[in-house]
């Protein structure tokens, strides 16, 4: 009895030394033997997520902007020319057959350009009378009158003869106005060829018809009728006002002024709404049967700068 109490004492002391051995340090399924003491790691960075270094921004300066020549408009500037006067030879002058003679005009730049170098004096139509196809026109600033010769020959036939002239800008661009020369080659006796135009039935009767404007836009000259009284021409003009016809009402002027189918008339506007101005035109028979018409506008007041235009008619 007593050694069966000592043997089942004997093997509870040795499961509870058992117990202990399971918790001792450094065994399996128990604590962690010690380790050495682990070396710092040096960290290891991804570049792609650094922050780029500020990049140092050299502030550009742009160059200077040289300032561009100031090139006139085609449309809203131009050269031009306003007929002055007769210098010579006025109408109807009478030379014998073969005579020599130099017609002279003045005129005055009335554009906003000078008329450089190459600007010539061009024989435009009509009788040529032995001139030349252009003479050379000099320099001519803005605002500068400037007298033009053109040397001639009277034709060996007594008779009446009309020559059309006009400037061209050295592009080729017709400045201002058809001008003319008139004249009577008379035989030694002092007789002229019969049928001039100095009388009703003679070359001005031409422009006798009503004419419309080819290409009328709001403000230009719509429609012109011309008609003989007696001895004198009457115009009667309308201009394009918006949708509507504005009557200016009738001007005249001797018909033998018009014998070289070219007139000037002067028309006088004022009214509500309008710049109060004189108009005056010179409407002149083309070759190819269109009447050219050449207007000089004029304001009462000094700050509106005066203009001029060009506006081309056809039969009615």
């Known amino acids: 009895m007593k050694r069966q109490l000592r ?36 960290p290891i960075i991804d570049p792609t997520l650094l922050t780029p270094a500020p990049t140092e921004e050299v502030e550009s300066t742009p160059s200077p902007t040289q300032p ?16 002055v006067d007769d210098v010579t030879v006025p109408d109807g002058s009478q030379f014998a057959p073969g005579e020599p003679f130099e017609k002279t005009w003045r005129f005055r730049n009335n554009g906003c350009l000078d008329w450089p170098e190459g600007t010539q004096m061009i024989f435009w139509g009509g009788d040529q009378m032995g001139g030349p196809d252009a003479v050379d026109v000099p320099p001519t600033t803005f605002n500068e009158l400037v007298d033009i010769t053109v040397p001639l020959t009277a034709p060996r036939e007594p008779g009446s003869y009309t020559g059309y002239w006009q400037i061209r800008a050295p592009d080729g661009a017709g400045v201002g106005p058809y001008v003319y020369v008139q004249i009577e080659v008379v035989e030694a ?44 021409i009457v115009v009667h003009r309308w201009d394009q006002c918006g949708t509507s016809l504005c009557d200016r009402g009738e001007q005249s002027t001797s018909v033998a002024d018009a014998s070289d189918n070219v007139l000037t008339l002067t028309w006088r506007i004022e009214g509500q709404g309008e710049l109060a101005r004189t108009e005056t035109l010179q409407a002149a028979l083309l070759l190819d049967k269109r009447l050219q018409v050449t207007g000089t506008v004029n304001y009462d007041d000094p700050a509106q700068a005066d203009t001029t235009f060009t506006e081309y008619f056809v039969q009615e």
């Open 7 to 42: 043997g089942w004492i004997t093997g509870v002391v040795i499961l509870a030394l058992a117990a202990l051995a399971c918790n001792a340090p450094g065994l399996r399924g128990g604590a962690a033997l010690p380790q050495p003491e682990a070396t710092p790691a040096t």
């Open 68 to 83: 561009a020549e100031a090139i006139p408009s085609p449309t809203g500037c131009g050269y031009w020319a306003e007929f």
């Open 189 to 232: 006796n002092g007789d002229a060829q019969p049928g001039g135009g100095d009388t009703p039935g003679g070359a001005g009767i031409a422009l006798a018809s009503t004419w419309v404007n080819q290409d009328v836009q709001d403000g230009d000259i719509a429609r012109l009728q011309a008609r003989v009284v007696g001895d004198r």
